[in-house]
């Protein structure tokens, strides 16, 4: 076998991308801190072809050195927006007929392997702070909540390595889309 090199890879043009038709998935981001996890964060939604990210509260927006770094040129791909209230963010993706998912530890959680999307449905998914999570207020406005199972002693993931798992997660069954 032998590894691809980058010219060999197929690779859409930031035109292809923008005209392409986008997975029906949102990422919200409540409050997160990080700037290099808000580049990451573009990244996975520019590989999986999201519809957009929502960046709330203290949530940094391009541009900024630190996303950049490690959004590798995906905020001039992926489309994003910013609102000072991640409540007010929510609001408005239900009204546009997103179901709203909030990824957190909370009672009734469904875990994200038994979770199935509805035909048709889009999504909205909900991470939170890095160390507060998602706020309990929106928490409360969303319409279901999924954990990631964990097995160890942390109980947490970074918020980059949860939007990977959940966004791969939700696409492999979602039809059509792998």
């Known amino acids: 076998m032998r590894k691809l090199l980058n010219e060999e890879l ?8 923008k005209a ?13 801190r990080s700037h290099l996890n ?13 519809e957009a ?21 995906a905020t001039e791909t992926v489309a994003w927006h910013h609102s000072y209230s991640t409540l007010e963010a ?25 979770f199935k999307p509805a035909p ?11 160390v507060d999570g998602v706020a309990q207020e929106v928490v409360s406005a969303g319409d279901i909540v999924i954990e990631i199972p964990q097995l160890g002693t942390k109980h947490s993931l970074n918020i980059a390595v949860s ?3 959940v966004v791969w997660d939700l696409m492999c069954k979602m039809e059509g889309r792998l």
């Open 163 to 165: 939007v990977g798992i």
């Open 53 to 73: 990210i929502w960046l709330c509260g203290i949530t940094g927006t391009p541009p900024h050195r630190d996303i950049h770094k490690t959004a590798l040129g």
């Open 10 to 17: 197929p690779r859409l043009t930031k035109e292809e991308f």
């Open 20 to 32: 392409e038709t986008k997975t029906p998935i949102v990422i919200v981001l409540d409050n997160v």
């Open 120 to 130: 048709n449905q889009k999504y909205a998914v909900v991470f939170g702070n890095e």
């Open 90 to 114: 929510v609001h408005e993706l239900k009204r546009n007929g997103y179901q709203i998912i909030s990824i957190e530890q909370a009672e009734h959680a469904k875990m994200l392997h038994q």
């Open 38 to 50: 808000v580049g990451s964060v573009f990244r996975t939604a520019d590989a999986f072809l999201i």
